[in-house]
């Protein structure tokens, strides 16, 4: 595992992402990525490579998969000007608005996609893992669209958070598996899909729902969401007549992140900026921000940073938000943090309900938890950047969210009065 | 890097397990691998547990725990749960070997990759060897993953065992049963560790194309239980791995040495 530790390595491993050299054959980012997966799933990951390198270079495959897109999905999905939270913070606010699309996120570019790939590789069966519950519930609108029966694994503590998508999932006819092992959220249920995968790696197709586990998936899930970014930036080009200054997203496991960032990483002159939740605070246990406070080590099949003890041991992490609420990230942005391109910040719990509040008041949009975190470090960053353009990834509508709003923003004095 | 003596003096610790499972195996009676996780069903009785077994098995794997073991069924899950909680690591664990007398029974560990590398692979190697571990076992580490750690583990004469499975391509089969040091872990089913198996053809052919690749004795796990089923193995493989049935025994307070022994048959 070669590190990157001088400025000069630090170049040429940017101009390697630039030339689209990542992932190398290895299925490497630098010394990132890899695939650290059981012997039994090494032949699956095998096939689904070279499915992957085929089909999504395949015109006709592409063609179907951008004709859903648009019909189905609802694709390309608007960017909104946000004038009166730029009013509000003094920076000119953009929004990519994937709250819009088809389920209500981004989840659904890479479901629809791997759900198609799964289609072509002659899969009898699709499991999936979920932890807010949206790439669930987009894995089962998917799977309901290309005909393949569904298993979603989740977190008991999730679907207990997430009430409204489980009976979102049900209705699209997949099965939803509560997982009470580990820690009871979205990474004891990858635990147990990959288990599930295990036990049939041949008929069954696993539809990872983030930029993370052994190469392929950070390469397809990445390919999947790149829409976002290209979208956004032609939309940038044409209705504000420039590209933005800055870029931020939220990031759990970084798909919607690496989604938008990825067509960005080659404009010098634009700032990105990965925002991870901060939870309560510093302390391990206490957050879910993996690349500001983990360190590198083995999860899921690939090799990233993480949130552990000095052990080895994976730690539990808190977020008020459940989709960021994971102590790993993809390959890729560890990659990025590694070389300088991409920043990484946190944003508290308090700040992103503050987010969402402003949100919902100024524009008349509901965001996402997750998505609230890309809407406060927007904030942060206009306080020192006046009038300059920002272009926040709106990752997905904020409806899911309702019970953990009602015990929060809802729950104090000034908004039950109203 | 420290120097190791010349390879004159004594076996190689890798060669130890070798010679033990072709030694028990020599009257075509399957060698027993035995599987327990450290600390479980309690860090006091770790020592205990372990010598007994040691006693009725020919080879002792010992499990680190993980809080994320993708690998392992319910029963492993739980164990290593419980241990964690108990507070096992991979430094007590090499502690309590400093502290056992010297065994006959070679002693591997089978752990997932991250809290080797957060021990530091090349500490790790030393550590191990000098409390008489002779190899380990890493579920998530794919031989294609493996380098740096055969690299580690190759001046102390550690053995990397490789795992393949009925699903692995006959290329790659040869290749990383070729490749792999102590034994190869053939894998008798597709799946997580824990559920019955029998034999059947299919499992036959896959063990002879195994036996033909590896030049180490082949073992075959996931899911033995029985008597039966290791008496249906006799003459296709060279030992058997017993896992989450024996965590099993221990977890129910019973004699893991009464439960080994009556896995073979008489002596006749």
Redesign the interface.
């Not at chain 1, 890899?34 to 039994?40: F, I, K, N």
């Not at chain 1, 295990?198 to 041949?202: G, K, L, Q, R």
């Given at each position: 595992?070669n590190a990157i530790d001088t400025a000069a390595e630090r170049e040429r491993a940017l101009a390697d992402v630039l030339a689209g050299r990542y992932p190398d054959e290895?299925g490497r980012y630098g010394p990132f990525g890899?695939?650290?997966?059981?012997?039994?799933l090494?032949?699956?990951h095998e096939r689904l490579e070279r499915g992957a390198r085929r089909w999504l270079a395949d015109a006709a495959f592409q063609a179907e998969l951008n004709q859903e897109l648009r019909d189905w999905v609802g694709r390309p999905t608007a960017l909104s000007p946000a004038p009166h939270l730029s009013r509000r913070w003094g920076a000119q606010v953009w929004l990519k608005r994937e709250d819009l699309a088809h389920t209500g996120a981004h989840k659904i570019n890479n479901a629809l996609g791997q759900a198609m790939l799964a289609r072509r590789l002659g899969a009898r069966r699709i499991v999936a893992e979920t932890g807010a519950g949206q790439h669930g519930v987009a894995c089962a609108a998917a799977c309901a669209r290309v005909g393949l029966p569904c298993t979603v694994y989740m977190g008991a503590l999730d679907m207990e958070r997430q009430a409204p998508n489980v009976g979102r999932m049900r209705l699209l006819g997949a099965k939803v598996v509560a997982v009470n092992?580990?820690d009871r959220t979205l990474?004891a249920a990858?635990?147990e899909a990959?288990?599930d995968w295990?036990?049939?790696?041949?008929g069954t197709y696993y539809l990872l729902g983030s930029a993370v586990g052994g190469h392929p998936y950070p390469y397809i899930v990445r390919e999947l969401q790149a829409v976002i970014g290209r979208e956004a930036r032609a939309q940038m080009l044409e209705r504000a007549g420039a590209l933005p200054d800055a870029l931020i997203a939220c990031v759990g496991g970084g798909s919607n992140s690496i989604g938008l960032f990825h067509a960005f990483l080659g404009d010098a002159g634009v700032d990105i900026i990965g925002v991870e939740a901060g939870g309560r605070g510093a302390a391990l246990g206490e957050n879910a921000a993996t690349v500001v406070y983990g360190r590198?080590?083995?999860?899921?099949?690939s090799y990233s940073l993480?949130l552990?003890d000095?052990?080895?041991?994976?730690q539990e992490t808190h977020s008020i938000s459940a989709g960021l609420d994971y102590p790993g990230v993809g390959p890729e942005h560890a990659l990025l943090a590694s070389i300088g391109r991409v920043r990484y910040e946190t944003v508290d719990d308090g700040e992103a309900l503050e987010a969402v509040r402003e949100c919902c008041r100024l524009e008349g949009i509901l965001p996402a938890l997750e998505s609230a975190h890309a809407l406060a470090g927007a904030r942060r960053w206009a306080a020192t950047h006046a009038g300059a353009r920002v272009l926040v990834g709106l990752s997905g509508r904020g409806d899911k969210d309702m019970p953990t709003l009602s015990q929060t923003l809802l729950a104090q004095p000034d908004e039950a009065q109203r | 890097m420290s120097e190791v003596a010349p390879r004159t003096a004594r076996t190689l610790p890798r060669e130890s397990i070798v010679a033990a499972l072709r030694e028990a195996a020599k009257n075509g009676q399957p060698a027993l691998v035995a599987f327990l996780t450290a600390g479980f069903p309690s860090r006091e009785r770790f020592r205990e547990d372990l010598t007994a077994i040691a006693s009725a098995a020919d080879v002792v794997e010992i499990g680190v725990p993980f809080t994320d073991p993708m690998a392992d069924g319910v029963t492993i899950q739980r164990a290593s749960e419980q241990a964690l909680r108990a507070g096992v690591s991979l430094e007590w664990i090499l502690s309590e070997l400093a502290a056992l007398p010297l065994l006959d029974t070679p002693l591997l560990l089978m752990s997932y990759l991250n809290p080797l590398l957060a021990y530091g692979l090349a500490r790790l190697a030393a550590d191990a060897a000098r409390c008489r571990v002779c190899g380990f076992i890493v579920p998530d580490l794919p031989f294609d993953e493996s380098d740096d750690f055969r690299a580690a583990l190759a001046p102390h004469g550690l053995a990397l065992v490789q795992m393949v499975t009925p699903v692995t391509p006959p290329e790659r089969l040869a290749r990383v049963a070729g490749a792999s040091q102590g034994f190869v872990y053939a894998v008798t089913m597709t799946g997580t560790t824990g559920k019955s198996v029998t034999a059947p053809k299919e499992i036959a052919d896959y063990l002879e194309r195994v036996r033909a690749a590896a030049a180490v004795p082949v073992c075959a796990g996931f899911g033995i239980r029985s008597a039966e089923q290791v008496e249906a193995l006799r003459g296709l493989v060279d030992g058997v791995v017993v896992g989450s049935a024996l965590v099993e025994v221990l977890e129910r307070g019973e004699s893991p040495q009464r439960w080994l022994a009556a896995l073979r048959p008489p002596r006749r």
């Open positions: 595992m290895r890899g695939r650290y997966v059981p012997e039994t090494i032949p699956a092992s580990g990474r990858i635990d990959l288990r295990v036990a049939d790696p041949t590198p080590g083995v999860l899921h099949g993480l552990q000095r052990h080895g041991q994976i | -």
